[in-house]
């Protein structure tokens, strides 16, 4: 087989969809985000792949979603932050608390 040559159909738009699901519920919002947790090829990075490599990645996919479903204590996955949500992490406590209860809030400390 030539470099670079495919070994098979291109996958549907229903299995990119599906996988493209599965990596967002996983923290990851695109292919090429995904590429080297993933172990995917730079042509799969490109959101390329044959039916076969999709059913790969989305069997392990949910595989990996119903072991952390059955584990006892599941680990919570960092997500990424909203730009209003970074911003928000930059202002000090008391300055938040302070427009929050100018705004009607009752607001305690917490620990």
């Known amino acids: ?9 291109p996958a549907t738009h229903k299995q990119l969809d599906e996988l493209l699901d599965l990596l967002m519920e996983n923290g990851f919002e695109s292919f090429k985000e995904a590429r080297y947790p993933m172990d995917f090829t730079q042509r799969q990075a490109g959101g390329k792949f044959t039916r076969d490599e999709a059913d790969e990645f989305i069997a392990k996919l949910q595989e990996q979603v119903e072991m952390e479903a059955d584990s006892i204590a599941p680990v919570q996955k960092a997500r990424k932050l909203s730009p209003a949500e970074q911003a928000l992490r930059k ?18 400390e917490g620990s």
């Not at 087989?1 to 159909?9: C, E, I, L, N, S």
């Not at 202002?91 to 305690?108: S, T, Y």
Request: proline share 7%; charged share 20%.
């Open 1 to 9: 087989m030539a470099f670079g040559q495919v070994t098979g159909p």
């Open 91 to 108: 202002f000090p406590a008391e300055e938040l608390a302070a427009e929050l209860q100018r705004r009607g809030w009752i607001v305690a």
